[in-house]
């Protein structure tokens, strides 16, 4: 089945430090999802991309859908503590049972002050 | 307004004994429901999923087992918790070509 391959798998940064991460996959997408989890809770959802080559940003968060739509990235910049968390890349075909999201295994992001 | 409900937020349950955990949606009608389990600070593993009242799909064969009895009502049980059942479990509903999630149940089976 589809796969997502999400890296790094862990970053531990000091404050102010801008944040990349990315998912690819050996299939195309046509939706790119992006989610948090902060400890204990539900993945929120973080900004959604419809389209290939689509670049969208939510305050310091920015997010493409790579040009293949096998790929995407998400950066933060100037990362403060409340970032911390497990951020999760997911994707999506429509239709039928292919209509459910894949999900990457996740980047544990850590903080120091 | 659109929310999910997941309950209980923790749990502690000896081997051997049953489970339930419920998982309702308000504001919408027959959403795709789902069950995830997430070991501590790892991905996201899909249990179950279902279209529909009375359908299932599960995704990994497993001690657990789950039913749709209401259109809005996901129920995730086993009749045996065995030790490695513990972790953190959500709930999630698809709303557009998202999924919402619940504020999930921390299992911790002893």
């Known amino acids: 089945g589809q796969q997502l391959n999400q890296s790094p798998q862990s970053m531990f940064i000091q404050e102010g430090e801008d944040v990349s991460m990315n998912c690819t996959s050996s299939s195309i997408f046509n939706t790119w999802l992006w989610y948090k989890q902060d400890p204990g809770e539900g993945p929120v959802l973080l900004i959604a991309?419809?389209?290939?080559?689509e670049l969208t940003s939510n305050g310091r968060l920015t997010a493409q859908f790579g040009i293949t739509r096998k790929d995407s990235f998400l950066n933060i910049s100037a990362s403060i503590p409340s970032d911390v968390g497990i951020y999760f890349c997911?994707?999506?075909?429509?239709?039928?049972?292919?209509?459910?999201?894949?999900f990457g295994k996740g980047t544990k992001l850590s903080v120091k002050p | 307004s659109q929310t999910i409900h997941q309950w209980p937020a923790t749990l502690v349950q000896p081997v051997g004994s049953p489970l339930s955990l419920e998982c309702t949606v308000e504001?919408?009608?027959?959403?795709?429901l789902y069950w995830y389990r997430q070991a501590a600070g790892r991905g996201l593993q899909l249990l179950f999923y279902?279209?529909?009242?009375?359908?299932i799909s599960s995704e990994v064969p497993q001690n657990l087992s789950a039913s749709r009895p209401q259109d809005r009502q996901f129920i995730l049980s086993s009749k045996k918790l065995l030790l490695s059942d513990s972790g953190f479990y959500l709930c999630?509903?698809?709303?557009?070509?998202?999924?919402?999630f619940g504020s999930g149940t921390r299992l911790t089976v002893v």
């Open positions: 504001g919408t009608s027959n959403p795709n």
């Open positions: 279902s279209v529909g009242i009375g359908q």
């Open positions: 999630a509903w698809k709303r557009g070509f998202g999924y919402t």
């Open positions: 991309l419809y389209k290939a080559g």
């Open positions: 997911a994707g999506m075909n429509y239709g039928g049972s292919q209509g459910n999201l894949i």
